[in-house]
């Protein structure tokens, strides 16, 4: 067996490893299963490859993305190592020849995408090939509610039972959640050496700004390093072509990068890349992973991430050749509102959604940060040795003042409401604005009210940002995004400890133009969100457009109104007596967690609006089910019967017998009628 000191050297043409991978590298050749969490650009892909060169048998690499497993073969061959790849993008000639390579005993390490997986007659050609080692690339894809999910990689641990050797999994993302998922889909739960290398790359310069004019900040970030090869990372496409075309027009050479693109126009790009020094490209988050460009010199975020994690793979893609790298990230109270609205109204069940919150509330933390952002980011995977220098916030420390008064202002309101309302009723509250809802509720009688009237609407929004980045106070979920009081806010609200707000986010905000009108007030958001979903979900099934079930009018009234039965959901605007029965209980289940059960005949009355009626001659029956004394024999009408009471609603005792017959009148006649008379 060959010695991997002697192979780094004369393979790879390294004199010694990198800090963490020789031991990594031995786990690996003595058969050992592995986890290694590496920081990007610490050398990952070299403790499996040179592992491949020692042990016996083919090493099958699982690998997300076709262009990086075309790179490390291309670069694999370059160096003399016998490796290829099956994918959809090799030519016949290359097909042919790994296939021969296989058959000779030859190829050392085969790459493949986790799809292949799943095609017939792969775990029996895989078998045939004698595989000693399985290497798992970018290992946090098995996450299934991670940023990355692919769901073929959850074939892999079948995999490794069937074929019966050892595994070696390596990511350079993974909070300890995603570590336990990864051990127990790909090791069966199973605890495997281990190897946490660290996630701190310190020759990346970390740098976050509110948005202000951001077209201009990225512009004016490009600006100061023009001929530098860089990534912009934008929410949406159209942004994507519109930011390139703005880079292109300062004199940058620039072009965007989207899902939407044609597949050849997207390699295009991929490649003029990596091959061009000095171009910039604008993308959403399908351009990147994969991307082995060493002198990447600056990654720009013009909107923010969607998690912390996300976020900091994306900056990871800077520098990997180890020197200086810088960042900028913006952000906005829309890009919280936008990334809020993706949670809840994705497909993921509630624990996870709530769990991508706490991810969100991680990276505002970050954004809002009082100190050190690299002390906060490593703090997140659980590193507390960290030194730094080398953010915007080290360099500049930030104006800070005491905002304690603020603070219990605000949490006294959300306490004295029930935690039960979003920001934007709070901040009426505290500022004394009178609106409907205050009055409705009678909230300005509450102590809190007017209290807040040294800040305007802006600035108490920018508190309470800060306050959910500090993690004093969190949407809930449960309650669509009323803001809940964490425990680490209690010390702060009986005067026990204090709290500084960073003084230039209020101010810059109380100076900028004002945001566009939401569709629906803070608050009611996440139900808003909630209800989208549910009613793309329905139109999915349906296979209609989603304005067929009910359009964004009728969703926003029932978002604002909230009813909480099947009569009040009929007055609605927009709800008719189809739609009622058909989609009344499934949006009723997104408002109150459970939908009510009535009966067939209860029902069809709440589009004509007799339910109330019937309710009532339902009540009056069961008081008098035994007679007025309660010693006769039981007696009750039907259900059908009781709604063709509350429907045709007789005047008089002859039109009451006429439907209910003489025993039933006599029983329960006048009391129905005093009923009717009183709706």
Known sequence: MANAGTLLRDVFGFDAFRSGQEEIVNAVVEGQNTLAIMPTGGGKSLCFQLPALVREGVTVVISPLIALMRDQVRGLTEAGVAAGALTSGNTEEETNAVWQALEDRSLKLLYMAPERLSAGGTLNMLRRIGVGLIAVDEAHCVSQWGHDFRPDYLRIGELRQSLNVPLAAFTATADEETRDEIVEKLFGGVNPSTFLRGFDRPNIHLAFAAKDSPRRQILDFAAARKGQSGIVYCGTRNKTETLAKALSEAGHLACHYHGGMDPEERRVIEGRFKQEDGLIVVATIAFGMGVDKPDIRWVAHADLPKSIEAYYQEIGRAGRDGGPAETLTLFGADDIRFRRTQIDEGLAPPER?????????ALLGLAEALKCRRENLLGYFGESDVTCGHCDLCDTPPDVFDGTTAVRKALSAILRTGEYFGSGHLIDILRGTETEKVLARGHQELPTFGVGKEYDKRQWQAVFRQMMGHDLVRPDRERYGALRMTEAARPILRDEAKIELRRDSIARVASTRPAAKAMVRDEDAPLLSALK???????????????????????????????????????????????????GDAFLEVIAGEAEHLHPSRR??????????????LEVQADLC?????????????????????????????????????????????????VLAKA
């Open 604 to 617: 069809k009355l709440a589009s004509t609006g007799d339910g109330a009626v019937y309710d009532m001659l």
């Open 533 to 583: 979903a549910k009613r793309r979900a329905l139109a999915e099934a349906a296979r209609v457009p989603p304005y067929i079930i009910f359009n964004d009018r009728t969703l926003i009234e029932i978002a604002e109104t909230r009813p909480t039965n099947l009569d009040q959901f009929a007055q609605i605007n927009g709800v008719g007596a189809k739609k009622l029965e058909r989609y």
């Open 626 to 674: 035994r007679g007025i004394n309660g010693a006769d024999k039981p007696m009750s009408c039907s259900a059908a019967l009781l709604a063709k009471v509350a429907r045709q609603k007789p005047t008089d005792e002859v039109g009451m017998t006429r439907i209910l017959g003489d025993k039933k009148n006599e029983r329960f006649g006048r009391a129905f009628l005093d």
């Open 353 to 361: 959604r709530m769990a991508d919150h706490a991810r969100l509330n």
